[in-house]
């Protein structure tokens, strides 16, 4: 089974290339999504947070919103919360894996917005940077509700910059040119590593 490892910072669509992916019939993992489980009625990083992060549980589940205020941008906390969450998303995505692959899957792609900045593309066979010019990608995030520029700025702050990601990219799709053409280059890359002479890219330090 061929792992390909999706990323781009936000506003660049990288949900939207996810789905496109599984419409070519990859197992599509989200590690968003698994967090939301995760942080659910139920989820396994509901003890650990409330324990860390007292007054974040309401209603046996964690809010997001009050978890976010009391991080802040606290580094120590982050910290914190990262190494309660990064080995349940871990074994959560493992699980799927395993799964996929009894199931004789041949592509999966993890959806992972954080993939170099928690060293995931070790653990891929390649990586697929989403992309669009810094104008559109600003538009896109300024206009959901609740956004604020300074907002927008912290957020970027946390990521890998977008230029750096598509250095380090083995593929790239660019969603500025319209949902076709994304569409268009996402079969291209399925059908490449998919194809019998696609060759694993060798991974070198960054």
Do not use: N
Request: proline fraction near 4%; charged fraction near 25%.
């Amino acid at each position: 089974m061929i792992i390909l490892g999706l990323t781009g910072s936000i506003g660049m669509g990288k949900s939207t290339t996810g789905r496109m992916f599984a419409d070519e019939g990859a197992l599509l993992w989200d590690a968003d999504a698994a967090v939301h489980r995760l942080y659910g009625h139920g989820g396994a990083a509901v003890e650990p947070l409330g324990a860390a992060f007292p007054g974040v549980v309401v209603d046996g589940a964690v809010d997001r919103t009050r978890l976010a205020e009391r991080l802040g941008r606290d580094e120590a906390a982050f910290k914190r919360l990262e190494a309660i969450v990064h080995p349940l998303v871990a074994q959560d995505r493992a699980e799927d894996l395993a799964a996929a692959r009894a199931e004789g899957v041949r592509l999966a792609v993890l959806d992972i917005p954080l993939l170099f900045e928690t060293g995931g593309e070790a653990f891929v066979d390649a990586v697929v940077v989403v992309t669009a010019d810094p104008e559109v990608q600003a538009a896109r995030v300024l206009a959901r509700p609740g956004m604020t520029r300074e907002r927008f700025e912290a957020i970027l702050a946390r990521q890998t910059p977008d230029a750096e990601k598509r250095r380090r990219a083995d593929f790239l799709v660019d969603t500025g040119q319209g949902l076709d053409a994304a569409r268009e280059q996402v079969a291209q890359i399925v059908g490449t590593v998919l194809s019998r002479d696609w060759a694993k890219p060798v991974r070198v330090e960054p």
